[in-house]
Nanobody
Framework: QVRLVESGGGLVQAGGSLRLSCAAS????????MGWFRQAPGKERDFVAG????????YYADSVKGRFTISRDNAKNTVYLQMNRLKPEDTAVYYC???????????????????WGQGTQVTVAS
């Protein structure tokens, strides 16, 4: 059974940093792209960052480019999201997800992801 567990969320002041982790099990994740999405109250779930199966390619939403960094450790089946210079508008529940397609390029479409974590709350105070 595939399972994704996020951790590392919390409350931080604007300008601060957080590091999210997503531990995966139940699949050979080294063959699949991974993504981070976020959902604020009353809004749709939006793509934040993605990383391909090898870790050699990453892609970011414009709103986080230059502030967030996605990485992965395939030996640990874990993907990370380092978030720096956080802003109040970054407040949301953050979800990690695994792409359903083997060795595929990064996708920003949530329909291409078939397993999701339970989410971790990130709150940025102004």
């Amino acid at each position: 059974q595939v399972r994704l567990v996020e951790s590392g969320g919390g409350l931080v002041q604007a300008g601060g940093s957080l590091r999210l982790s997503c531990a995966a099990s139940g699949r050979t994740f080294s063959r699949y792209a991974m993504g981070w999405f976020r959902q604020a109250p009353g809004k749709e779930r939006d793509f934040v960052a993605g990383i391909n199966w090898s870790g050699g390619s990453t892609y970011y939403a414009d709103s986080v480019k230059g502030r967030f960094t996605i990485s992965r450790d395939n030996a640990k089946n874990t993907v990370y999201l380092q978030m720096n210079r956080l802003k109040p508008e970054d407040t949301a529940v953050y979800y990690c997800a695994v792409d359903r397609r083997i060795l595929a390029a990064i996708s920003t479409d949530p329909h291409n992801y078939d397993y999701w974590g339970q989410g971790t709350q990130v709150t940025v105070a102004s």
